[in-house]
């Protein structure tokens, strides 16, 4: 890494005319910063705060850019940007309007901003993300990977070649983002969770996958790998430390609360959320992790900071911008283990709500371009509710406030096809950052060229004599000969040569560039030098070359990976190993470890038997670790025995054991209820169950917790060992008590215990939903409710507590209701709350008489919470109803159009007061029963876990946002807390949150209750929903002070120490 000091700092010679003045933040001293530019009289730049001792100026304004998104400079310091129209479409609007583009913009007077604009592709999907190399701009612009050419020089890109094809989408930008360069020279890009699917060029599918991935190729497309992956949401942009390692941001790495990150991406790692991915990626164990979490702020560009010219001690640091609350921060990294720790600098923050930086960049100069894209983007964006195309975006530039930069920072000056080779060399260790880029990549056109044999003896001799700086260089110049397939057999032979010996270099850093650069060679000779650095006393450079000699498939190196294992200092080079040995196949070896006296080794071979193609693993081999004293060796044989479940039935007997075993049901408390599941077809582990069941009181643990695994199995025939007990259960006095019994009843084949449940509903001593829950289990009617079943339903809604009306709501709107129940409940339908009156109307879509639909409209008219309803909830009832009703309902819909027009008014009064709010007020307002927010939403230990967790709201969300967010909530759905109806096979339609879904089970967050299990065999449909669970109709249930008031209390909603400041002795030095 080179961090330079460009000479003395003089007068700002880039920047006109900047006013700057004092301001403090959260304790930092800072600059606010405007700036003079010819951007139209309506466009105003953004107030920026930044640290002491760095200015802000406009690098690009409208109407030079509009919508900017990506960016990124070519050799010669030009920047192409992928510009928006400020359009908001889907995946087939945007194939068939084609309205984005990407420009070319020249700074021609070289004062720091750009004047001249060019451009350089149109008729462009939607481009996310652009690197130049080797002439050409490469982009992702879905559902192709491009490689864009201007062969005539005239800044107009006529050669359109899709390199990678093809990868879904839908034009919420949670898709390929890139590309972006490797010390390799190979180009990597991310893709969101939509998909792939590749074909050679006789059409044969070569790939398919529905995860989340991160690709590379080399610059012709040839050599397509997929790096790693996962069930992440969204990868946005990487880049690469100076020994290879790829760092980046991800949205949604995590759910439940959301957690966007920033993460280290290890090759052939399997991250989470989605468990789906499991199926189609092999794993190395538990899915890995993020290298810092940042909460939900909806990370998107970075950039690793190689200069140092802003401060010398952020040199390797990475910049990150957070679009959500319009903020850029710095990330320091600090080696790790075999990994990296992280801590979160604050770097700049916009005073306005409409800033939202997309992309961050390092000009050769040493200053930071800044891409805010403006207010146009709303889909699947919590901060963007409503879009704002007049809201235009710009480039900022962030310099030292006294700068006039390195002198010819790209190298210009320099006469590169005379300059000898020896010189050439040399320029792999000058201070600035394009040169040393330029150098290394002329050295590789030389070394395929005639003069290779002098180029070779320049870079041994700097492989011998240069610094570590110049060392590790020339390791990234020798893999790009290698790796780019054009070298003749001598400069392979010596390029191979220089690898292994850098492999033994005194620098950690060099050995480092040398294990990860072997990663794609995959060259023979290369193979004896891996193996023996395996022992390097460095763990990251151990883990490379794991992952090297794996990629390699070198057979010989099985044995000394396994070896490694116990040493692994973390989980990331346990991947690495296990990983290694996956990919090389060769079962004989890791059979053999299977029996090693080494725990680590045991499990590590256990699972790379399993992964592994060629994998020839036993049920004798996994079944009697189910019960092995290592509590992580016992984890992964469950996992592993999970998915194979030919191999169930041989579990009998550990199943039996544990139940028998009064110990067990505490030191297995964790794995009894999965191998207890999957047998409770194997008629001595039903016996046990029941056993067990009867023995022992319903306020045991063991004995709940069984009971929930009945409840977990549908058609599940029940044991005659089990009446006694669940019949007994069902005349407990406990409420408690008969719900779980009532659960595990309802499941069994051939409802034998119908009578029993009848008694229960019909009993007067039991609450009412539980005796709605007993005669919906006793007449396994599926979406049909009986009479007593709907008269209960009905008295809950007329005579419960508020909490029993939405759950009674809920139970109907999940069911099909006769046309008769359907009139009973008609006069309930004027007095219901928001939150019951949208489920009380679901059913009514159903109705086709005129006169019902009739008086459905005439009812809701006068119906109390009307306005709370979202347009598009009463559009869905109403839209198939008979055409006589359709007019009334058209007026229906018309007021609800107004109240929208009403709350986007009300909102601009509420702004101008939201000063006068009251935290305090706002902290009882949110656990209170009036607004009912806690009971989906979580803030630190209290609340629900329905909706996404507040904890750190204030800390990415402006008022603005907040209050738009309470007042129109189906605009603000965050991604990944999308509701879905889920249509069954027996007619019900239930309506929630996904919460999980592992391929054979959905397991459904419903706005009321605890989760549901549904599996995946009784789905017929997963329908996304646009309305969000959380009802409308606040601003009409609090009092304008009220939402102020909440707005203060949510506003004070943070995480404490998550966003730090810099200590004054790191600030820039003027």
């Not at 439940?256 to 794993?283: M, N, S």
């Not at 970075?302 to 802003?310: A, I």
């Amino acid at each position: 890494m080179k961090c330079a000091s460009f000479g003395t700092p003089g007068p700002a010679g880039r920047v006109r005319d900047v006013a700057c003045f004092s301001l403090v933040l959260i304790g930092l001293s800072v600059s606010a910063v405007t700036a003079e530019s010819s951007q139209p009289a309506k466009w105003r730049p953004a107030a920026l705060r930044v640290p002491k001792g760095l200015m802000v100026s406009v690098a690009a304004a409208p109407p030079l850019v509009r919508h900017p998104t990506f960016a990124c400079f070519d050799d010669r310091g030009r920047l192409y940007v992928c510009e928006n129209a400020g359009v908001n479409l889907s995946a087939a609007e945007l194939e068939k309007q084609l309205p984005n583009r990407i420009l070319r913009l020249e700074d021609t007077d070289g004062d720091g901003a750009f004047e001249k604009r060019t451009v350089f592709a149109d008729r462009m999907t939607f481009p996310m993300g652009c690197v130049w190399f080797r002439g050409a701009l490469y982009v992702a612009s879905p559902p192709h990977i491009w490689r864009l050419t201007d062969a005539n020089g005239d800044g107009v890109a006529e050669r359109r070649e899709k390199l990678v094809s093809r990868f879904g989408y839908t034009g919420n930008a949670a898709s390929i983002h890139g590309c972006f360069l490797g010390p390799d020279g190979r180009l990597y890009w991310t893709d969101g969770f939509h998909g792939h699917e590749f074909r050679d060029a006789q059409g044969k599918n070569v790939s398919r996958r529905s995860g989340s991935y991160l690709f590379s190729c080399r610059p012709d497309g040839g050599d397509l790998q997929i790096f790693c992956g996962g069930g992440m949401d969204n990868p946005v942009e990487v880049d690469f430390t100076s020994t290879g390692e790829m760092l980046g941001t991800v949205n949604i790495l995590y759910t439940r609360p959301r957690v966007d990150c920033f993460v280290h991406w290890l090759f052939g790692g399997a991250y989470p959320h989605r468990e789906r991915i499991l199926q189609e990626w092999k794993t190395t164990g538990e899915l890995l992790g993020p290298v810092y979490r940042f909460g939900h702020v909806a990370v998107s560009g970075t950039v690793r900071y190689r200069s140092g010219v802003l401060s010398r001690a952020w040199c390797d640091d990475f910049f990150v911008t957070f679009f959500n609350s319009g903020k850029v921060a710095r990330i320091e990294l600090e080696p790790r283990g075999s990994t990296f720790a992280a801590l979160q600098r604050e770097f700049l923050v916009a005073e306005s709500p409409d800033f939202h930086p997309t992309d961050v960049l390092e000009d050769a100069d040493g200053s930071l371009l800044i891409v805010d894209t403006g207010g146009w983007f709303y889909r699947g964006c919590p901060t963007s509710q409503f879009a704002k195309p007049d809201v235009l975006g710009g480039i900022y530039r962030i310099a030292p406030s006294a700068f006039d930069g390195p002198s010819d920072p790209r190298g210009a000056a320099i006469a590169w096809h005379r300059v000898d080779s020896h010189r050439l060399v040399e320029l792999l260790d000058d201070p600035r950052p394009a040169v040393r880029d330029r150098a290394r990549e002329e050295c590789v056109r030389r070394g395929t060229g005639k003069n290779a044999d002098e180029l070779l003896r320049a870079l041994d001799d700097g492989l011998q004599q240069g610094s570590a700086e110049l060392r590790r260089n020339v390791v990234w110049v020798v893999v790009r000969l290698l790796g780019g397939g054009q070298s003749d057999a001598a400069v392979s032979r010596r390029g191979a040569d220089f690898v292994t010996r850098a492999l033994r270099d005194p620098d950690r850093s060099v050995r480092h560039a040398a294990a990860r650069g072997a990663l794609f060679l995959r060259d023979h000779r290369l193979l004896p030098g891996l193996r023996r650095a395996l022992n390097d006393t460095d763990p990251a450079v151990r883990r490379c070359v794991a992952a090297s000699l794996g990629h390699a498939r070198d057979a010989d190196a099985v044995p000394l990976l396994l070896k490694r294992v116990p040493a692994a200092v973390d989980r990331e080079e346990e991947h690495a190993l296990i990983f290694a040995m996956i990919e090389i196949d060769q079962p004989a070896p890791v059979r053999a470890a299977l029996n090693d006296p080494d725990v680590a080794i045991r499990r590590a071979a256990l699972i790379a038997m399993d992964q592994m193609d060629h994998g020839d693993l036993a049920t004798s081999d996994v079944v009697p670790l189910l019960d092995a004293e290592d509590a992580r060796l016992r984890q992964t044989a469950l996992s592993i025995w999970l998915h194979h479940p030919k191999w169930y039935s041989a579990a009998a007997d550990v199943a039996l054991r544990w139940l028998r075993s009064p110990s067990a049901w505490r030191q297995r408390s964790n794995e009894l209820p999965t191998v207890v599941h999957a047998l409770l077809n194997e008629e001595p582990v039903a016996a046990a169950v029941g056993q067990v069941v009867a023995r022992t009181a319903p306020e045991r643990r063991i004995h709940r917790t069984l009971l929930e695994v009945i409840a977990r199995r549908s058609g599940i025939p029940m044991h005659d060992s089990w009446r006694g007990p669940l019949v007994r259960d069902l005349s407990s006095d406990t409420p408690e008590v008969v719900r779980a019994a009532i659960a595990a009843a309802a499941r069994l084949q051939g409802n034998p215990l119908r009578d029993v449940l009848r008694q229960v509903g019909e009993s007067r001593d039991m609450p009412r939903l539980v005796r709605v829950a007993a005669l919906r289990a006793a007449s396994g009617s599926g979406a049909r409710l009986d009479d007593a079943t709907f008269s209960l339903l009905r008295e809950a809604l007329q005579q419960g507590t508020p909490r029993e009306r939405r759950q009674a709501a809920a139970m109907i709107g999940s069911a099909s209701p006769t046309e008769r129940q359907l009139r009973a409940l008609l006069p309930l339908l004027r007095d219901a709350g928001p939150a019951v009156l949208r489920e009380l109307i679901r059913p009514f879509a159903r109705v086709r008489s005129p006169q019902l639909a009739a008086d459905f409209v005439e009812t809701m008219a006068g119906a109390r919470a009307l306005t709370s309803l979202e347009p598009s909830e009463l559009s869905d009832v109403v839209k198939r109803f008979p055409s006589t009703a359709l007019p009334a309902a058209n007026q229906l819909l018309e007021r609800l159009r107004q109240e929208q027009q009403r709350r986007v008014a009300l909102l601009d009064q509420l702004l101008g007061a939201l000063a006068t709010g009251d935290p305090k007020r706002g902290e009882a307002i949110f656990f209170s029963e009036k607004a009912k927010c806690s009971t989906c939403h979580r803030i630190g230990q209290r609340g629900g876990r329905i909706g996404p967790d507040l904890t750190g709201i204030g800390e990415n969300r402006s008022p603005m946002d907040l209050l738009e967010s309470i007042v129109f909530p189906s605009a603000t759905i965050v991604r990944d807390y999308e509701p879905y109806a889920v249509v069954l096979a027996d007619g019900r339609v239930l309506t929630g949150l996904i919460a999980r879904d592992d391929g054979h089970v959905v397991t459904l967050q419903p706005a009321e209750g605890p989760p549901v299990e549904l599996d995946r065999a009784n789905i017929e449909a997963i329908v996304p929903q646009t309305v969000s669970l959380m009802p409308s109709g606040f601003d009409k249930q609090l009092t304008r002070q009220q939402l102020i008031d909440l707005v203060a209390f949510l506003r004070t909603c943070r995480r404490g120490a998550r966003a730090l400041q810099p200590p004054a002795d790191e600030l820039p030095v003027p």
